[in-house]
């Protein structure tokens, strides 16, 4: 016997409805031929074209390792550049492609459906107490 039922741990449960949308995303995005970690990375490249590595890898919650090999895997495919910063040389900027804008909208458009088809499970106001509840959550845990 445990000290504390695991189906009242509300961290089981967060965790259980991450890998369902990670599963549900997954497969959405399968038809264009990228990973959420990928969708990830190419959905900030396009709100903040330039960055670099180290502050994408924060963006998207994986470490600087992880989001190297990515990134290394998005650049192989055609999807991103990377070039070196005009002051800092050893700091390298990411930009999508015109092929990467491409894979991004097709992707992005999955994403969205996904995430439109979760909130619309909702209310307003449930979606509000909802992002509000697990605001709460990270600033508890952080």
Same mark, same amino acid.
């Given at each position: 016997?445990?000290?504390?039922?695991?189906?009242?741990?509300?961290?089981?449960?967060?965790?259980?409805?991450?890998?369902?949308?990670?599963?549900?995303?997954?497969?959405?995005? @399968?038809?264009?031929?990228?990973?959420?970690?990928?969708?990830?990375?190419?959905?900030?490249?396009?709100? @903040?074209?330039?960055?670099?590595?180290?502050?994408?890898?924060?963006?998207?919650?994986?470490?600087?390792?992880?989001?190297?090999?990515?990134?290394?895997?998005?650049?192989?495919?055609?999807?991103?550049?990377?070039?070196?910063?005009?002051?800092?040389?050893?700091?390298?900027?990411?930009?999508?492609?015109?092929?990467?804008?491409?894979?991004?909208?097709?992707?992005?458009?999955?994403?969205?459906?996904?995430?439109?088809?979760?909130?619309?499970?909702?209310?307003?106001?449930?979606?509000?107490?909802?992002?509000?509840?697990?605001?709460?959550?990270?600033?508890?845990?952080?």
């Amino acid at each position: 016997m445990t000290s504390m039922p695991v189906e009242e741990r509300i961290g089981s449960h967060i965790k259980r409805a991450e890998q369902a949308l990670l599963t549900a995303k997954n497969a959405a995005l @399968k038809p264009a031929g990228v990973t959420v970690p990928q969708y990830a990375a190419l959905a900030w490249l396009a709100e @903040k074209p330039g960055i670099s590595a180290a502050a994408l890898a924060r963006l998207c919650g994986v470490t600087p390792p992880t989001m190297n090999t990515v990134l290394k895997n998005l650049q192989e495919r055609g999807l991103i550049e990377r070039t070196p910063h005009e002051w800092h040389r050893n700091v390298l900027e990411t930009r999508l492609t015109e092929e990467g804008r491409s894979v991004m909208a097709v992707a992005d458009a999955a994403a969205v459906r996904v995430e439109r088809g979760l909130a619309a499970e909702f209310s307003a106001a449930e979606r509000e107490q909802l992002i509000a509840l697990l605001g709460r959550c990270i600033g508890v845990l952080s």
